[in-house]
């Protein structure tokens, strides 16, 4: 049987002061387009330069991994620190975890 891959992930910014929750079927890709704002240039993620990894799971199912994203993004900023620091106590960016960071543009 074939594993499909899908994540629900949070971003924040350098200064670590905004979050943003987001779902994908590959996060590298999507690590990309954010911090380039491939054709978002008006996205938050793009204008509040959220692109730092600090926390992501995998799901086998997209329902299971949008699902996810949903009940994250109705939590209170408390919460969604206390589920990051569950598994990121320091806050470390992930970036280089899933790809060479930063990357670097293919135009």
């Known amino acids: 049987m074939r594993q499909y891959n899908f994540y629900t992930y949070i971003l924040t910014n350098y200064e670590k002061k905004v979050l943003y929750t987001g779902v994908t079927n590959n996060l590298e890709r999507r690590l990309y387009e954010h911090y380039f704002g491939n054709d978002q240039k008006e996205s938050f993620t793009f ?44 806050w ?16």
């Open 47 to 90: 204008k509040y330069k959220c692109y730092y990894l600090v926390w992501y799971e995998r799901h086998q199912y997209i329902n299971y991994a949008i699902a996810r994203e949903k009940e994250i993004k109705g939590w209170s900023r408390s919460k969604k620190i206390k589920l990051i620091e569950e598994e990121n106590p320091e």
């Open 92 to 107: 470390n960016f992930l970036n280089n975890n899933i790809m060479e960071w930063p990357p670097v543009s293919g135009d």
